[in-house]
């Protein structure tokens, strides 16, 4: 396997679980959150979901000064209306990463434009794969508190 195909595996099974936890959130709970200052469930799934669009313009180095999400103004329905909507943009970010070759991984440099750090792009990838397992570990976090049955994701 090349390292894109490696790092497309990586990201395609953190989704895959992240998207069984998501499954186990009952509509009722949707809007839960664990303090006044947390993100909902709902709104920690589009945040990860929403990401998408953005690490692809970031890692093709696009213009991020006038970004506008997609999803603005875009109402929480369900999970699997978020799911659906989101993957057209999955698939163009997952297209984006194939198409690196690995000179491109490792000496193209992402500026991340949330803090203005300088990383290889193999690198800034990898990131992107923890920020969402960060989030499916807070969101198992949330079921637990929600009394939830957590889905088994260590297969």
């Known amino acids: 396997m090349t390292a894109s195909e490696l790092i497309i595996l990586n990201?395609?099974?953190?989704?895959r679980k992240s998207i069984k936890l998501w499954n186990a959130l009952p509509q009722t709970h949707y809007h839960w959150k664990?303090?006044?200052?947390?993100?909902?469930?709902?709104e920690m799934i589009r945040h990860v979901l929403e990401a998408d669009y953005g690490w692809n313009m970031i890692i093709n180095q696009q213009d991020m000064?006038?970004?506008?999400?997609?999803?603005?103004?875009?109402?929480?329905?369900?999970?699997?209306?978020?799911?659906?909507?989101y993957?057209?943009?999955?698939?163009i970010f997952l297209e984006s990463v194939?198409?690196?070759s690995e000179i491109e991984l490792n000496e193209t440099k992402i500026v991340h434009p949330g803090n203005g750090e300088?990383?290889?792009?193999?690198?800034?990838?990898?990131?992107?794969?923890?920020?969402e397992s960060?989030?499916?570990g807070q969101?198992?976090?949330?079921?637990r508190a929600m009394e939830i049955n957590r889905p088994e994701i260590w297969d």
């Open 139 to 143: 969101f198992l976090s949330y079921l």
């Open 134 to 136: 960060v989030h499916a």
């Open 87 to 91: 993957e057209p943009y999955r698939k």
């Open 34 to 42: 664990p303090d006044n200052n947390a993100m909902s469930a709902m």
């Open 11 to 15: 990201f395609t099974e953190i989704r």
């Open 65 to 85: 000064a006038h970004y506008k999400t997609p999803w603005e103004s875009r109402p929480f329905i369900s999970v699997a209306k978020e799911l659906e909507f």
């Open 98 to 100: 194939s198409r690196f």
């Open 118 to 131: 300088k990383k290889p792009l193999a690198q800034y990838l990898l990131r992107i794969g923890y920020h």
